[in-house]
């Protein structure tokens, strides 16, 4: 799907419809119900802020492709 494959241009490759996905020290469990899909930051390095993880995620799935 369109979030899968932008997730994927980032390096990350999410296989099923839940799991957990590590990506630069960064740990997320992620889930799909129907169309939309969940993500939950579980684990990030100690020196990024939560904010500047939530903008960097929100500017991969703001991205055209």
Do not use: C, M
């Not at 369109?2 to 996905?21: N, P, R, W, Y």
């Not at 904010?51 to 492709?65: A, H, M, N, V, Y």
């Amino acid at each position: 799907d369109a979030a899968s494959a932008k997730l994927l241009k980032q390096g990350i490759l999410l296989t099923g419809d839940k799991g957990t996905v590590t990506h630069n020290g960064v740990t997320i469990d992620f889930a799909y119900s129907g169309d939309t899909l969940t993500l939950d930051v579980v684990k990030k390095p100690f020196l990024v802020s939560e904010g500047i993880l939530e903008s960097t995620i929100r500017k991969w799935f703001s991205q055209e492709g």
